[in-house]
């Protein structure tokens, strides 16, 4: 008996962190997700605000897996006790503008936590602020 | 007994969905030092052949080049190496014969052989960047990670190089590099 009891109780515990069919398509509302990791930048150009992205990525310990000027997506991986892979897209938006969106999965979870993005974004304000005072 | 499972339990499965560090995207203390040490400068020299110095830099290292960018000036590559140590081996295997022979060849299986570290991937991310003012001044920063695996095929390890003398030893051959790059050797 007590041994059922525990067995059940655990797998209701497990089940609290397991998302099996649904990880296919989940995820909170769309606009809200997109709100939280795009910002955007009117100071420097797409090249120079790429090239702050990869200057940020490596500040924050990532290898660059995929980098595309093009298409203007950069890919890239971090590895620690953990592992972070991330993606950042840069679309140019009217007047000047620059979107810039980040989205990253944190080992087998999408990070849909505001304040991850707010310190990458605070993070990619410092690279772009040193790209254009010309520090390295 | 099963009062203490009941707690355990619990505290165990909720370990499985680790949450993230709250440091992951925050920039450390040692951000800028370390971007120094990561970074070297050269001057006279167009970005084009500074990706074709470190291809070739990379090359005689033994490095496959995954991904290049030239746009952005993006190189990265990498390579799997053998990650044994002669010491440790020979510590390991000590150990397990001792074991062997105390167990009176009960427990054989080589149980601190496996554990050895074996086999690493390195990876490295490469990035040349052209300052605004003069084109033909250019930052070259690496970023180096590895993965390290048992003899057994288990994740050992994964970390981020912080070494400085690693990438000290690698700007040395890179300079070499860009300085016969520009004799068009």
Redesign the interface.
Known sequence: M??R??FS??LF??A??ASPNVAITDGGSQVQIRQIQTREYDTLNK??T??SV??TL?????????????LATIS?????????RMTVTVRERESKRLAVRASAR??Q?P?E?P???Q??F??LD?AIFL?LH?V? | MALRAFLLLPVLALAACETLPKDAFRLSESALETRAMQTREYTDVSDTAILSASTAVLQDMGYAIDEIEQPLGVLSASKRADATTGIKAFGSLARDGVRCIFTFLQACDGKHYSKLDDVQEIRLTLVSRPQLENEDDVAVRITIQRVIWDKKGRLSEQQTITDSEVYAAFFEKMSKAVFLEQEGV
């Open positions: 007590n041994i009891w525990v109780l655990s515990f497990l609290a962190c090249r120079d790429m090239r990869l200057a490596q500040d924050l310990g990532f290898v660059i897996d995929n980098a595309d000027y093009d890239a991986t971090k590895l620690q006790d953990y592992q972070i944190f080992n979870d990070i936590d304040l991850a993005y310190d990458f605070a993070a410092k790209t010309q390295d």
